[in-house]
């Protein structure tokens, strides 16, 4: 089992759409959690960090679930230009890494 | 820059040949991530360096990959006897400690071409 999992993609929305991202972790260790955003043929960057009580910036809001080791990413009124790949990550200090997810590819459609 | 700098920004190489890419991190950094990401695929994690130290190389895919880093600061990732296989974008990142631990800065990788 893979220690960081996402929702499997592409997810191809029309502009305007709410679309969600979930995210699970199988590490109980796990201490704090992140969204990248990846654009195709580009390095990842920080979207935001996700906080136990939840936190939004704009359209974008994440959520943790400590209890159930998921976090998700919810995007309202999408634009064409969040069509990129949503990485989830998450930080293990005992093993002194940050674990990445595979990704999740969002294509905004006009 | 202030950025993570990586060079080169594109390598091609025939098989079998070594290659040596290189990640100037962000001042201050203590520390270094290298990943590799084929075409299409997610991040795969190669080794972690905190100060010059490897605490976890447990991603590099074989013997044929190295990696060290001197002063703090700048990394150089090995790849020995080039396979085909070895394709890819090499992503390095770093970071520093405190609270936002966790915000990885990344280069522009290096993209290897192996023929």
């Known amino acids: 089992r893979k220690e960081v999992e996402q929702d499997p993609g592409p997810f191809n929305v029309p502009e305007g759409a709410t679309v969600a991202f979930n995210c699970t972790y199988s590490?109980?260790?796990?201490?704090?959690f992140f969204w990248y955003r990846q654009d195709c043929r580009k390095e990842p960057k920080l979207l935001m960090s996700?906080?136990?009580s939840g936190n939004e910036d704009g359209r974008f809001t994440a959520q943790l679930n400590r209890a159930s080791q998921y976090i998700s990413l919810l995007i309202r009124d999408s634009k064409l230009s969040d069509s990129a790949t949503y990485l989830c990550?998450?930080?293990?200090?005992?093993?002194?890494?940050?674990?990445f997810g595979q990704g999740t590819e969002l294509s905004v459609k006009p | 820059g202030a950025g993570v700098s990586q060079s080169p920004s594109n390598k091609v190489t025939e098989k079998g040949k070594d290659v040596e890419l290189r990640c100037d991190p962000i001042s201050g950094h203590t520390a270094l991530y290298w990943y590799r990401q084929s075409l299409g695929q997610g991040l795969e994690f190669l080794i972690y360096?905190?100060?010059?130290?490897?605490?976890?190389k447990s991603g590099l895919p074989s013997d044929r990959f190295s990696a060290e880093r001197t002063g703090g600061s700048v990394s150089t990732l090995t790849i020995q006897r080039t396979q085909q296989e070895d394709s890819a974008v090499y992503l390095c990142?770093?970071?520093?400690?405190?609270?936002?631990?966790?915000?990885?800065?990344f280069g522009e990788g290096s993209r290897l071409t192996v023929l």
């Open positions: 996700v906080y136990s």
């Open positions: 990550v998450v930080n293990i200090p005992s093993r002194g890494k940050l674990i």
């Open positions: 360096f905190q100060g010059n130290s490897a605490p976890d």
């Open positions: 590490n109980s260790a796990s201490q704090s």
């Open positions: 990142a770093s970071t520093g400690t405190g609270r936002r631990t966790g915000e990885l800065f």
